[in-house]
């Protein structure tokens, strides 16, 4: 940990309290040009005795060269809501290069203590704080800033606020009990300690990443990116890229692995298709036709099928994996109900979330076919994805009703129902520590459901419409 050194300089800005975020420059500049993307997060690692709030109306970043990039940011901070929790101050990008000092400006600082309020004196002449600190941006990559705040050593001769800070870059706390979202409109994936339930580094992949798998053994995450048609592969032991496989111009959306790690499915909505990719040789070998739009897909390792829905003509294939004739690898097409998007595998039947439908159709596996719904389950409004948990649950995240139902398959009923964040979608299991994680799109964060108590233990922020979520078996 490094501490900062603070220089305070310039004049008192008037106080701005409505949270808004803006960026300089152009977020969609990432895409398309050489900068460098920064996550810049604030924590306090413990809770105070007593509630401090200031705004932060401007933040900038100093050069090697002395110049500075200024970074629009209003945002008010409470001591009292950030105890003991990691919140995302901004998204940004900067020119590649060495940087060498950050500025903040605090336009307004206040103190609640025994139920009064008090109004801090910011730093004279002005507010800036100067944070030295020396890192480097790198071309179309992307990374995280940890600011820590000490709340009860911020507070000088009763009246002057002057923020007791530390800093860090990314990189040395990353380990292996790690989950990995995807940040569609970030260009990039979110990690995050499952231990700690905080983020620890960003990764740059290609544009507009969806799907996401991790290998059985941890050392490899793909990620499907719908914007440039590629597939990111992630070596985890140094949480960057290392290879980009090219889906020759399809544009892939989920993703599913083989248990020997040899093959790589991936669906493309906007072909009709699935994608069979060798891992080893790192290129696409055959492309398989489905239903209209598939979306989800599945391994069936024990009966070597995949299955994939279809949610343009309402249907699942079912895919022979050892099929090598890909024109012929669809075995079977299973008619389900509208929209079919989620799916799993539960005790040998097979559970297909229809978001049309507000159901989940319920069929047995067989040797042979005819594949039939044997049952349907009504869930929540649009069910989206569903995930086999403990205790003989299925957990399904309903994206209009903004909850995760809990489904006892036994008597085909919902048992309960737990508020998420907005419009939840993929879902993983940290069976060890019996905590589930929502990816929320709309609200672009992850919620932690404790599962002994359904509580919300934490709500992660997390990159721009975050949507798909793997997760580094232990």
Same mark, same amino acid.
């Given at each position: 940990?490094?501490?900062?050194?603070?220089?305070?300089?310039?004049?008192?800005?008037?106080?701005?309290?409505?949270?808004?975020?803006?960026?300089?420059?152009?977020?969609?500049?990432?895409?398309?040009?050489?900068?460098? #993307?920064?996550?810049?997060?604030?924590?306090?690692?413990?809770?105070?005795?007593?509630?401090?709030?200031?705004?932060?109306?401007?933040?900038?970043? %100093?050069?090697?060269?002395?110049?500075?990039? +200024?970074?629009?940011?209003?945002?008010?901070?409470?001591?009292?809501?950030?105890?003991?929790? #990691?919140?995302?101050?901004?998204?940004?990008?900067? *020119?590649?290069?060495?940087?060498?000092?950050?500025?903040?400006?605090?336009?307004?600082?206040?103190?609640?203590?025994?139920?009064?309020?008090?109004?801090?004196?910011?730093?004279?002449?002005?507010?800036?704080?100067?944070?030295?600190?020396?890192?480097?941006?790198?071309?179309?990559?992307?990374?995280?800033?940890?600011?820590?705040?000490?709340?009860?050593?911020?507070?000088?001769?009763?009246?002057?606020?002057? *923020?007791?800070?530390?800093?860090?870059?990314?990189?040395?706390?990353?380990?292996?009990?790690?989950?990995?979202?995807?940040?569609?409109?970030? +260009?990039?994936?979110?990690?995050?300690?499952?231990?700690?339930?905080?983020?620890?580094?960003?990764?740059?992949?290609?544009?507009?990443?969806?799907?996401?798998?991790?290998?059985?053994?941890?050392?490899?995450?793909?990620?499907?990116?719908?914007?440039?048609?590629?597939?990111?592969?992630?070596?985890?032991?140094?949480?960057?890229?290392?290879?980009?496989?090219?889906?020759?111009?399809?544009?892939?959306?989920?993703?599913?692995?083989? $248990?020997?790690?040899?093959?790589?499915?991936?669906?493309?909505?906007?072909?009709?298709?699935?994608?069979?990719? +060798?891992?080893?040789?790192?290129?696409?070998?055959?492309?398989?036709?489905?239903?209209?739009?598939?979306?989800?897909?599945?391994?069936?390792?024990?009966?070597? &099928?995949?299955?994939?829905?279809?949610?343009?003509?309402?249907?699942?294939?079912?895919?022979?994996?050892?099929?090598?004739?890909?024109?012929?690898?669809?075995?079977?097409?299973?008619?389900?109900?509208?929209?079919?998007?989620?799916?799993?595998?539960?005790?040998?039947?097979?559970?297909?979330?229809?978001?049309?439908?507000?159901?989940?159709?319920?069929?047995?596996?067989?040797?042979?076919?005819?594949?039939?719904?044997? &049952?349907?389950?009504?869930?929540?409004?649009?069910?989206?994805? %569903?995930?086999?948990?403990?205790?003989?649950?299925?957990?399904?995240?309903?994206?209009?009703?903004?909850?995760?139902?809990?489904?006892?398959?036994?008597?085909?009923?919902?048992?309960?129902?737990?508020?998420?964040?907005?419009?939840?979608?993929?879902?993983?299991?940290?069976?060890?520590? $019996?905590?589930?994680?929502?990816?929320?799109?709309?609200?672009?964060?992850?919620?932690?459901?404790?599962?002994?108590?359904?509580?919300?233990?934490?709500?992660?922020?997390?990159?721009?419409?975050?949507?798909?979520?793997?997760?580094?078996?232990?």
């Amino acid at each position: 940990m490094q501490k900062i050194v603070i220089y305070f300089i310039a004049a008192m800005v008037a106080p701005i309290y409505m949270i808004s975020c803006a960026f300089e420059p152009d977020l969609k500049g990432f895409r398309f040009t050489n900068q460098g #993307q920064v996550f810049f997060y604030l924590s306090c690692p413990k809770k105070p005795a007593f509630d401090i709030s200031f705004s932060i109306s401007g933040m900038s970043f %100093m050069n090697k060269e002395g110049e500075w990039i +200024d970074v629009a940011l209003d945002k008010r901070i409470h001591s009292a809501e950030l105890a003991e929790r #990691q919140i995302k101050l901004s998204e940004f990008y900067l *020119p590649p290069g060495k940087y060498e000092r950050i500025k903040w400006t605090i336009s307004e600082a206040k103190l609640r203590k025994d139920k009064k309020t008090f109004t801090l004196a910011v730093p004279q002449p002005g507010g800036e704080h100067f944070v030295d600190i020396e890192f480097s941006v790198l071309g179309r990559e992307s990374q995280c800033l940890f600011a820590g705040w000490d709340p009860e050593q911020s507070v000088f001769e009763k009246y002057l606020f002057r *923020p007791e800070l530390t800093i860090r870059k990314q990189g040395a706390e990353i380990t292996k009990t790690l989950v990995y979202v995807t940040n569609t409109d970030s +260009d990039c994936v979110t990690a995050i300690d499952r231990q700690r339930d905080m983020v620890v580094a960003s990764i740059a992949v290609g544009r507009a990443p969806v799907g996401i798998v991790a290998s059985a053994d941890g050392r490899r995450v793909y990620v499907a990116n719908s914007g440039s048609a590629t597939i990111s592969v992630i070596d985890t032991a140094i949480n960057r890229v290392i290879n980009t496989i090219s889906n020759f111009g399809y544009s892939p959306a989920e993703l599913a692995l083989s $248990r020997d790690r040899q093959t790589l499915y991936a669906t493309n909505p906007d072909s009709d298709n699935v994608s069979v990719i +060798d891992t080893v040789a790192r290129t696409v070998i055959g492309r398989i036709s489905v239903g209209k739009r598939p979306c989800c897909i599945i391994v069936d390792q024990d009966r070597r &099928k995949v299955y994939v829905t279809n949610t343009g003509s309402h249907t699942i294939s079912v895919i022979d994996m050892y099929e090598d004739n890909y024109e012929q690898a669809v075995k079977n097409t299973i008619t389900v109900g509208l929209n079919p998007v989620g799916m799993v595998i539960h005790e040998n039947k097979l559970y297909v979330a229809n978001s049309g439908s507000n159901n989940i159709y319920v069929m047995e596996i067989p040797l042979q076919p005819p594949y039939r719904p044997t &049952k349907t389950i009504s869930v929540g409004q649009r069910p989206t994805r %569903m995930l086999s948990g403990l205790i003989g649950r299925i957990y399904v995240s309903n994206a209009n009703s903004n909850e995760i139902s809990f489904v006892d398959p036994r008597i085909s009923l919902v048992d309960r129902n737990v508020s998420a964040g907005d419009l939840p979608s993929e879902m993983v299991i940290d069976r060890l520590r $019996r905590k589930l994680y929502v990816v929320n799109s709309m609200s672009e964060d992850v919620s932690v459901i404790d599962l002994p108590t359904y509580n919300i233990k934490k709500v992660i922020q997390v990159g721009r419409t975050p949507r798909g979520i793997a997760l580094i078996e232990e």
